[in-house]
């Protein structure tokens, strides 16, 4: 049981946009704490993806977009491509355990 | 290029100990605070433990806390885990990242530890 929650799975067509919703807690999140989004492509080491609830890394494509509100946060795919498949996982710092929490991560597939 | 490679995995039998580390090259390693993560076969990723840049401070998820030190040592661009008490559930390849304001903005490649008799 992951501390930040995200739904399993989510899909998309060709050109479509998803979002990936992360929700957390008093301790985390709603604390305050910014929220940061990782890709992990099939078979390869997770990627930074969104930091600070909503900046993107220097070569991240602006198809991909982060909010936060509240104790939860989200993550938008615009224009849904086939090598945006792979999982995705969101990340804040809690307080009540002094340490980084991630997501239980969610598989995005594009159909 | 920054770059972060990982080293010391193998296998392990349950209560053995296994030493990674992670050589850091490309920037100035002894300025950022550190971190393993782990993700167990097929599961998600764990965030195991994190030390300040000049090592005076550590924390641990509480899984691993008292099992495993994490350590680094500037002086050789290097971070280190070292792992006790291994168990099963220790079974995962680990990451080790470079964590600037809370979020890890590089990662390496991981190693794999693997923990069975």
Known sequence: QSVLTQPPSVSGAPGQRVTISCTGSSSNIGAGYDVHWYQQLPGTAPKLLIFRNSNRPSGVPDRFSGSKSGTSASLAITGLQAEDEADYYCQSYDSSLSGSVFGGGTKLTVL | ?117
């Open chain 2, 1 to 117: 290029e920054v770059q972060l490679v990982e080293s010391g995995g193998g296998l392990v039998q349950p209560g053995g100990s296994l030493r990674l580390s992670c050589a850091a090259s490309g920037f100035t390693f002894s300025a950022y605070w550190m971190s393993w993560v782990r993700q167990a076969p097929g599961k998600g990723l764990e965030w195991v433990a994190n030390i300040k840049h000049d090592g005076s401070e550590k924390y641990y998820v509480d899984s691993v806390r008292g099992r495993f030190t994490i350590s680094r040592d500037n002086a050789k661009d290097s971070l280190f885990l070292q792992m006790n008490s291994l168990r099963a559930e220790d079974t995962a390849v680990y990451y080790c990242a470079s964590e600037y304001s809370y979020y890890l903005d590089v990662w390496g490649k991981g190693t794999t530890v693997t923990v069975s008799s």
